[in-house]
Nanobody
């Protein structure tokens, strides 16, 4: 079993930055492509990132492309989401999850069907 735990969510002003972390336990993290999705109350789940096991291939949703960066440290079994230029519409609960499906040939974010995700961490962007 893969267990995931997100942290780092906070209240931040529009235009601000925030970095989320996700620590994995219970399985071999380095063998798994990892992603982030978010969900606001009353809204559909939105897949926003996927990163391959090598940490090089990264795919993003159009809504966050150019503002968010995902990375991973396999030695620490940790996934990161660096967010900048935050907007109110970024508000929601952010989850790390696995598996996702990296697009090695382009920048498309391939729809994921996750088997594992964490409890989520709340990000609120407001003045």
């Amino acid at each position: 079993q893969l267990q995931l735990s997100e942290s780092g969510g906070a209240l931040v002003q529009p235009g601000g930055s925030l970095t989320l972390s996700c620590v994995a336990t219970g399985a071999v993290f380095g063998n798994k492509a990892m992603g982030w999705f978010r969900q606001a109350p009353g809204k559909e789940r939105e897949e926003i990132t996927c990163i391959a096991t090598n940490g090089v291939t990264k795919n993003y949703a159009d809504s966050v492309k150019g503002r968010f960066t995902t990375s991973r440290d396999n030695a620490k079994s940790t996934l990161y989401l660096e967010m900048k230029s935050l907007k109110p519409e970024d508000t929601g609960i952010y989850y790390c999850a696995s598996p996702c499906f990296p697009d090695y040939s382009g920048s498309s974010l391939i729809p994921a069907s996750y088997d594992y995700w964490g409890q989520g961490t709340q990000v609120t962007v407001s003045s």
